[in-house]
């Protein structure tokens, strides 16, 4: 049989393949350590990658509005950008900081009646240990008290010092995590201000290490995924606006306390998908039942009035119809993301999956196309 130079190449390139695979599966562990230690250098760099892009939404409908031949353009939209995502942080921290701090305080004010009813529940059980005792010798029990209370001092001397050995390793991932974020934000910015240079970089790349016709079949999947991520980045934050709003309105009407905190938590919290209102729901609910525990109950069912619309109205035609994903996709791609990467595979997984399902969708049609399968068969009565 004679072979051509293609055909060969085809070859090698398979039985090659085949035997890196292997080598991979022999090898899982150190592939995984390999990857892991790749992505701690990288981390920095995929941080200012996702922050660029988040700023990159804001910063691209600023900077439609300047004018197009103004000297500065684009630092100017950056620095604009800036300055509203700082403002609107310090304006939710300005709402969130005074209602956080009352409500703290007041617990703090409940904390001696607490404290005075356990000594008092702890001087009751002292006088109930002398007929344990008794009770215990009639089913002829031999319990060592001292001995419990000395295993007791020494179990929360063990967790006390787990504790602080905890508390060091916390406070060292606290500053690797600011220095990973403070590099990703500058990296961020190199980003933004040289957005067409690198993109322009990126498809001499693709056309120079790829077939035309692959390269072009990537750059529309790049597009595709720029597209649904922005138009997800915008439903999200959208509906978040709306429920917060419906939220204060609702509890405002109702004279519920903290109607403005409540409904910013629920818009912070709302940014993660389905699930996120109930922990602004939960937080709301801790605040208020330190004022009045039977508005707190008011408030829970309000919530679950408002999670209902929500559910069946405004996130699956908000944030569903922005990435082109049905609803019934929209809660797998959250279960499954959750399952995976916990919140942020929440945020990930629906854009993910709005490109995977549009991808998917093109190919099913034009397989159907191939084939010569009747539109009659397959499209809706």
Not at 325 to 352: D, N, R
Request: aromatic share 10%; net charge positive; glycine share 10%.
């Amino acid at each position: 049989m004679d072979w051509n130079r293609d055909q060969i190449k085809q070859r090698l390139t398979v039985v090659c393949g085949g035997v890196l695979f292997y080598c991979v599966l022999q090898n899982l562990t150190a592939v995984f350590s390999i990857l892991a230690r790749l992505l701690g250098i990288l981390g920095p760099f995929l941080v200012g990658g996702a922050i660029a892009f988040v700023l990159n939404v804001p910063m691209t409908a600023i900077e439609r509005h300047l004018p197009a031949r103004k000297k500065g353009r684009r630092p100017l939209a950056l620095l604009l950008t800036l300055a509203v995502m700082i403002g609107v942080l310090t304006l939710a921290f300005c709402v969130i900081g005074p209602g956080i701090g009352e409500a703290v305080g007041s617990i703090g004010r409940q904390i001696p009646a607490a404290v005075q009813r356990l000594q008092d529940q702890l001087a009751r059980l002292e006088t109930l240990l002398p007929q344990l005792q008794t009770l215990a010798d009639g089913f002829q029990l031999n319990i060592d008290w001292n001995s419990l209370s000395r295993q007791a001092i020494a179990m929360a001397q063990d967790w006390g010092s787990r504790l602080l050995s905890s508390g060091g390793g916390l406070i060292g991932g606290v500053v690797s995590g600011v220095s990973i974020f403070v590099i990703g934000l500058i990296f961020s910015f190199y980003v933004l201000l040289q957005k067409e240079k690198l993109a322009r970089q990126g498809r001499q790349v693709c056309y120079a290490l790829l077939p035309e016709s692959w390269a072009d079949k990537a750059l529309d999947i790049l597009r595709l995924a720029n597209r649904t991520f922005g138009s997800f980045l915008s439903g999200q934050c959208l509906e978040a606006v709306i429920l917060g709003t419906l939220f204060v309105v609702s509890m405002t009407l109702f004279r519920m306390p903290y109607a403005l905190l409540v409904g910013v938590l629920v818009s912070i919290t709302a940014l993660i998908p389905v699930v996120g209102a109930f922990i602004g729901c939960a937080v709301g609910a801790l605040l208020i039942a330190v004022t009045d525990p039977w508005r707190a109950l008011w408030f829970i069912l309000l919530f679950l009035v408002i999670q209902q619309i929500e559910g069946n109205f405004i996130y699956p035609h908000v944030v569903g119809s922005s990435v082109g994903l049905p609803s019934i996709w929209v809660l797998a791609a959250v279960t499954l993301g959750g399952s995976l990467m916990g919140i942020a595979g929440m945020i990930f997984f629906i854009p993910l999956c709005s490109v995977l399902y549009a991808l998917f969708r093109d190919f099913i049609k034009n397989r159907l196309r191939r084939r010569g399968v009747p539109p009659g068969k397959w499209r809706d009565p």
